[in-house]
């Protein structure tokens, strides 16, 4: 039997974009039980930014080798933290996209899950589900625009450089079509220029005593949180920018305040993995300051 050909959408104006609120669709996972059945709506990149800044991997310890200082990756603390960061990801995720654990707090959800769910991996089947609703490993380059075009001279390379490639999601039976153009250098710069936090402020570092030490030569510290904020907040406007020049339509908003906010009510993975996709295939770019 035949497949059943996909439906084709291209996402040429904002409204066939959809808010992840309303990527809605029901999931099954296989259990040792059988077949279970989740109504799930997918996750959005600014929940997901969220969950990832509350739940933070945590930095390995350093140790000394000799004389040499490097970090243990197989430190036993550090690997148990990692795991209850990831739990508590998948946790604060799940209660997001499918009901509400119950529990008023991270800890209390964590909990109700521990204690009352016995089979692990059906919980680890849903999170990852609900990350694929959301557009994580779903997209893709079509084929049909990767063309062999014979380049004589500058203005068909120009021509070339110019057509835009198309960048798919596919959600169930239909399939979501991006038009995605380059953006030529200058503007790349400029961009970049705009976006560029500059450096990290000075700081006295501490000394023996836990406190600064005014006598010596202050550092820079990219940690502080009022720089953290402002790089956070700079490559946020940089990704919209990019989104501005290389879809199809413009991202809605007056401010940048409002299109980030509407790019962060799109579904988390489309958004990440069409700015990878930018970033590595179209535009080729490779970051010049530290802040991403």
């Known amino acids: 039997m035949d497949e059943e050909k996909p439906e084709i959408i291209t996402v040429d104006e904002p409204s066939k974009w959809l808010a992840a609120k309303d990527v809605k669709t029901e999931i099954s996972i296989n259990s040792v039980e059988g077949e279970f059945k989740f109504d799930v709506r997918a996750l959005s990149y600014t929940e997901d930014q969220h969950i990832v800044k509350s739940y933070p991997i945590p930095d390995p310890p350093e140790v000394k080798r000799g004389r040499a200082v490097i970090r243990d990756y197989e430190d036993q603390k550090y690997l148990d933290a990692c795991a209850e960061m990831r739990f508590r990801r998948m946790v604060a995720t799940i209660d997001l996209c499918w009901n509400t654990i119950p529990g008023d707090d991270i800890n209390e959800k964590s909990k109700w899950a521990e204690d009352n769910l016995w089979r692990g991996g059906d919980m680890k ?6 990350m694929g609703v959301s557009g994580f490993g779903s997209g893709k380059k079509r084929d049909e625009s990767c063309l062999a075009v014979k380049i004589n001279k500058p203005e068909d390379w120009i021509k070339a450089s110019r057509a835009p490639s198309i960048y798919t999601f596919k959600r169930g039976n239909v399939e979501y079509n991006f038009n995605v153009t380059g ?6 710069k400029e961009i970049e220029t705009s976006t560029n936090p500059g450096p990290a402020p000075t700081e ?6 836990g406190k600064p030490d005014t006598k010596a030569t202050p550092i820079p510290n990219p940690k502080n949180p009022k720089y953290v904020q402002r790089c956070e907040e700079l490559a946020q406007a940089r990704r919209v920018l990019w989104l501005d020049e290389c879809l199809g339509f413009k991202i809605p908003g007056e401010s940048m305040a409002e299109k980030v906010q509407w790019v962060g009510d799109r579904p988390s993975g489309e958004i990440n993995e069409l700015v990878g996709f930018l970033q590595l295939d179209v535009m080729s770019y490779r970051d010049r300051t530290d802040f991403m």
């Open 204 to 209: 006295f570092p501490i000394g023996v005593m």
């Open 125 to 130: 089947n849903l999170y990852g589900q609900i």
């Open 183 to 188: 953006i030529k250098g200058t503007r790349v």
